[in-house]
């Protein structure tokens, strides 16, 4: 009898669990955003240029969107879109050494019935240096024009911890001015 009373509450908790995890799939739905992480793999960028001071790589991204990554003595920025080497991100590199990290999560809106990236993040490994090694989520803005860096989240002590303020700050990334300085969310302390 306490076995059974046992597997019932497991049974119970199971589909709890499971409630909870399809209202906060529907509520991300019912939204209008979504989370669509790839994998970020250099062996699978073409190196388009390089000298003594850096290199530029294309990278597939979300269904073939072009992602270049520069590297300039070790400080990358990231850019996105068939504009992304005159692209504001495309001038925004870390303040410190470090490189991007595994992969990217693209964020997605829908606001018209049609799925469609609105901003991403990118996970950064950043170099041991004056504050140690650290994690940085940067959130970068997408579109044609005014595809810039909108804010910083330090994942040092917890990427899954991080990766939800991100995703607000991605949220929120179209109202964002790039002529601006990125915002660092509450916390950070990787520079």
Known sequence: MAAMRETN????????????????????LAA?????????????????SSNDFGTVRACPGYKGIPVMISDNN??????????STVE?????????????DGAIVWRLAN???????V??????????????PAEVLTVTRLGEGKTC?????DATASTDA???????????SAAFDCSKPPEKAAGFKAW
């Open 32 to 48: 209008g955003t979504l989370s669509v992480p790839t994998e970020l793999d250099f062996d699978q960028c073409t190196t388009i």
């Open 162 to 172: 991080a990766l939800p303020v991100a995703e607000m700050m991605a949220d929120k």
């Open 74 to 83: 070790g400080r990358y920025a990231v850019s996105f879109g068939l504009t």
């Open 88 to 100: 504001p991100a495309a001038k925004q590199p870390l303040p410190r050494p470090g490189y991007p």
């Open 9 to 28: 509450m497991v049974i119970v908790k199971l589909i709890a669990g499971l409630g909870l995890l399809a209202w906060g799939v529907g509520s991300a």
């Open 149 to 153: 860096v909108v804010g910083y989240v």
């Open 111 to 117: 606001p018209t019935g049609k799925w469609a990236p």
């Open 119 to 132: 901003a991403a993040i990118v996970r950064y490994a950043l170099d041991a240096g004056e504050g140690g």
